[in-house]
């Protein structure tokens, strides 16, 4: 569904992703892991156009989308809960969740609506608070909230757990499993949390300084031992 | 053993307030004198055989005792004497008032400055008497504007309808109504302005470029093709979106402080082009004579209708009377401001309006959700700019004279103070601002070039209470289970913090 093929991207003079390559197919969850400065960020950004790769191509569903702009990308079908979770905080929850919308088709709204507060009921109940007054769990769930709104059909989460108590996160695992199994959404995840994105995950990525290093299903990279060393004991070795 | 040393530092160490209080007040007598001197001490008159100089002196010594006795009683202030204070600006109040100064400015700046003072003093003691912390005071207020944000549910109508029967009160004199159409005039360039920089939050501070386009298209259109005020109205709007769309492209790719200086630049370009394109828009001497407004094409404002012209009076079968024109100008401005606040609260509510607000509170999660910021900036740049078209035409109608002069950067600056003031994005607020800024220094006229001081003192004032702006409650437009006065909400999220 989304096929990144050598994607070289670069902050001026700086090389932030190296050639990468990463396939996500229809209905997987796909996580992305790896350390602070990997480019995990930068490659969910490039996808979206912003910055947009240098060389390389990426694809979503047959069609070419590197270098298209930002906003052509999204309306494919696309959704991204950015990193910081960036709702805006004067408007109210259910403003936020207009603006989601704001791409899609008018008619499907009230499902939109439904099925975003199914998932997240917390956020119906605060749906005339201001975004900005939620506490950092609800404000992580207005995000991805907002980002169905469109009716996507690939979701790519950015650090869906930053910031967050355990409890938290797991619920909010939970749910996106949920969106993925019941409503279909192919999901593309860059996570810091690498044991509970890998359990959650089909297949992941560890990325390394801009380049790919590793790849094969959340399974066996639990089990893998340089990410056993590098990502889930704390750097205890 | 610290209540000790604190009280031995109190009799030792400190002077006595009395001591510091004099210290000060003397030395800024002293600064004041070595200001005054040469500024207010000597002047050149016109003489027999050229120019001569003046002293005065007298002038010069009532400065520095005004200096020295506002920093004598500010200091005291300072030091927490300040029930004596106010009761010294109380009694100087009326002394100042009557007393015969050399110049009328003098007396205002003594006047003003017990006023101040006194104002300092009186917040002071109250501060002292409550016990409530700075944050706690500064949320009061805000619960106070809140208030009045949600007093405008009833209030808006309520001034709406004011404004609308005040040209017909028995006290609207030519003065008043003058006041009413330049205070409307700015209230609808702040609704105009509102749209870019408190909806889609870019921060133009070149508007008064498209204000001098609606003016010189009508003034110009007018003048070369004699084209009447109610056909060249929608056009000078047009242009000055036009205007908008063409000075939109080169700015998009810039945001915040680059953004605004660049729009700055725009702003004196159109005034320079106007000042040296000599041939056709007349350069510095402007261009006069423009037409006034007919009723619309079916009645002029005139005494004796030339030709086969109908006056005003005779169609509606009343006394001839200058003023009809000065109301129909007045109603005229109030309809187009209304036009403008309708909509904006109108398009609010829609995809556009939505837009700008996400583009204003976080510009990249804008983008991610597919909103296509080019359009959307344009779209804001080129819709304003039409409402500041409009006002233009209006402005050039009712001066009958425009020139360069009336599209410095200054016009610009108080456009923007009172969208700033009034809090960015509030409807309400550019209102209240435009009354302050606007209708303070126009009442103040009589006190010439020091009437100023009236707009600065009030532009301080808002600074200090209400930093974010007059009312800075951005009301949300949609409720999902029950209307929240802004009150109620401000209450639970101070609540919450």
Known sequence: MLKITDVHTYYGAIEALKGVDIDVHQGEIVTLIGANGAGKTTLLMTVCGRPPARFGHIWFDGVEITRRPTFEIIRLGIAQSPEGRRIFPRMTVFENLQLGALTADKSGFADSLERVYTLFPIL??????????????????????RALMSRPRLLLLDEPSLGLAPMIVKQIFRVVEEINRDSGVTIFMVEQNAHLSLKLAHRGYVMVNGRIELTGTGAELLANEEVRAAYLEGGRH | MSAQVSASRGSVSAPPIMAIALHDGFLGGAVALLFTLPLVGFRTVEALGGLSIETRLIEVAVSVVLVALGRFALSLNRQGLSLPVLAGALIGLPVSALLPFPTMALQLISVVGCVVIGIMAGLRLYAQRSHLTQTERTQRWDRFAAHIQDATFWLGPVAIGFAILLPLMPFADRRLLDIGILILTYIMLGWGLNIIVGLAGLLDLGYVAFYAVGAYSYALLAFYFDMSFWLCLPLAGLLS???????????????????????????????VILLNWYQFTGGPDGISGIPRPSFFGLAEFTRRPRGDEVAFHHMFDLDFSTLHRMIFLYYLILVLA????????????????????????????????????????LAAFSISAMWGGFAGAFFATRQGFISPESFTFLESAIILSIVVLGGMGSQVGVVVAALVLIGLPEWFRELEQYRMLAFGAGMVLIMLWRPRGLLAHRDPTIFLHKRKSAHQQLVEAQARQ
């Open chain 1, 124 to 145: 119906k109940q605060r749906a005339d608070q201001r975004g900005g007054t939620l506490s950092g769990g609800e404000q992580q769930m207005l995000s991805i909230g």
């Open chain 2, 241 to 271: 979106a036009v205007a908008g769309l063409l000075l939109g492209f080169p700015v998009l790719r810039l945001r915040g402080d680059y953004f605004a200086i660049v729009t700055l630049g725009f702003g004196e370009i159109i005034r």
């Open chain 2, 338 to 377: 209304l036009v403008v606040n309708f909509f904006t609260i109108r398009i609010r509510r829609m995809p556009l309006g939505r837009a700008w607000e996400a583009l204003r509170e976080d510009d990249i999660a804008c983008a991610s959700l597919g909103i296509n910021r080019v359009s959307i900036k």
